[in-house]
C-alpha cells in the first residue's frame, strides 16, 4: 500500500517537472498548418483598394449602381437591381425593370437583354456570398425562352451546391445556379409568369491564388 503510494507520488513529480519545462526543451512539432504550406503573400495597396471597391459594390443598389456605370455599362443601362436574399431558402432575387433600353422593336422585353442579364444577376448572386476576396467567372450559360416578357422581369436564382461549404474548403471551385425568369405580374392578385428558364456555371477563384500563381510565374 506504501509502496503504490510512492510510486504515484514519483510520477506525479515527473509529470510536473514535463510541464515546467521551458519551451525551448520541448521537441519540435512539424507544421501541418495550412498556412504553414501556403503561406498567403502581402496585400498591396492596388489589393487593398480592389477588395474595397469590390465590397462597396455588393453594399447596397446605389454603389451597385456607380460600380456599374464604370466598369459594367450593361448591367447599369438595363437597371437590374439584386434584391435581398431569403435566408431561409437561400434563394436571391434580380429585377430587370421594363425600360426602353430592355424593350425590342414591337414592345417586348428583348430576349438579349434577358440572356445578358441572367449572367448579371446570377454572377451578383455568387459574388455577393463568397465576398471581396474571390473572383467569379461564368463559364457556361443556356437560356430557354418559353415565351415573350411584357413587362418587368424577376430573376429568382438559386445555387445547386453548398456555396458555404465549397468557401470553407478554401479552394477554387465551380457553382452552377439555376433561374426562373418571370414576367412580374401587373396588377394585385395576379401571379408572375414564367417566359424563361436559365442554368448558368461560374468558376470562382480566391484572389490569393492568382497571386501564388504570378508569382510562380515571375520565379520562373
Known amino acids: 500500500m506504501t509502496m503504490n503510494t510512492i510510486e504515484a507520488t514519483e510520477a506525479d513529480a515527473e509529470a ?43 453594399r447596397d443598389n446605389f454603389w451597385n449602381s456607380v460600380c456599374s456605370l464604370i466598369w459594367l455599362p450593361l448591367a447599369f443601362f438595363s437597371g437590374i437591381r439584386m434584391k435581398e436574399m431569403d435566408a431561409n431558402s437561400f434563394v436571391a432575387r434580380a429585377v430587370l425593370p421594363f425600360r ?40 457556361h450559360l443556356e437560356y430557354k425562352f418559353l415565351r ?15 456555396v458555404k461549404a465549397l468557401i470553407a474548403s478554401g479552394k477554387e471551385f465551380n457553382i452552377t445556379t439555376d433561374m426562373d425568369v418571370l414576367q412580374q405580374a401587373g396588377r394585385m392578385g395576379e401571379r408572375d409568369k414564367r417566359v424563361g428558364q436559365c442554368v448558368a456555371t461560374f468558376h470562382v477563384t480566391p484572389k490569393v491564388q492568382h497571386k ?9
Request: proline fraction near 7%.
Open 16 to 58: 510536473f517537472r514535463e510541464l515546467d519545462r521551458p519551451d525551448e526543451e520541448a521537441p519540435a512539432r512539424p507544421e501541418t498548418s495550412r498556412g504553414a504550406r501556403h503561406p498567403q503573400p502581402p496585400k498591396t495597396l492596388f489589393d487593398r483598394v480592389e477588395a474595397f471597391i469590390s465590397s462597396l459594390s455588393v
Open 148 to 162: 415573350p416578357c411584357l413587362g418587368p422581369a424577376v430573376y429568382r436564382i438559386k445555387a445547386r451546391e453548398d
Open 212 to 220: 501564388r500563381k504570378r508569382a510562380r510565374k515571375g520565379a520562373k
Open 100 to 139: 426602353r433600353f430592355n424593350r425590342n422593336w414591337y414592345r417586348a422585353m428583348a430576349g438579349g437583354a434577358l440572356l445578358a442579364n441572367s449572367e448579371i444577376a446570377g454572377g451578383s448572386y455568387v459574388f455577393g456570398i463568397c465576398g471581396a476576396d474571390y473572383t467569379v467567372v461564368c463559364k
